[in-house]
């Protein structure tokens, strides 16, 4: 399933997936615009340059290389959404059990 950036009525950009190409009569009016179809690190990234006022992109940029350009941005922000956007189903499990126990140590094991 493809990944589309939907602009709502008030101006809110949102991440959604759809199986085939959305329109407003397919999401009930929710976006007045969408882009897509990409993947969903790009869509993330399309909708985090727009919401931090980065310089817009070159017309006619594909998929690919929105993706391409989302890999290798620097922004200390965007790498940190990155790696989560990006990790392993089983390491993200394990991540986020580490810090549930980092906050909830009555839960730890005792060693």
Not at 63 to 72: D, G, H, P, Q
Not at 98 to 106: F, V
């Given at each position: 399933m493809a990944y589309y950036l939907g602009t709502t009525p008030t101006g809110r950009l949102e991440v959604f997936r759809s199986?085939?190409?959305?329109?407003?009569?397919s999401?009930?009016?929710?976006y007045k615009c969408c882009r897509g179809p990409m993947s969903e690190g790009a869509?993330?990234?399309?909708?985090?340059?727009?919401?931090?006022?980065y310089p817009p992109l070159p017309p006619g940029l594909t998929?690919?290389?929105?993706?391409?350009?989302?890999?290798?941005d620097q922004d200390f922000y965007w790498q940190a959404l990155w790696v989560v956007l990006t990790i392993p189903a089983d390491e993200l499990a394990r991540y986020q059990e580490?810090?549930?126990?980092?906050?909830?140590?009555?839960f730890a094991p005792v060693l």
């Open positions: 199986r085939a190409k959305p329109t407003r009569a999401t009930d009016g929710r869509a993330h990234y399309l909708k985090f340059r727009e919401e931090n006022a998929a690919a290389e929105l993706e391409t350009l989302a890999a290798e580490d810090e549930a126990l980092e906050y909830n140590p009555d």
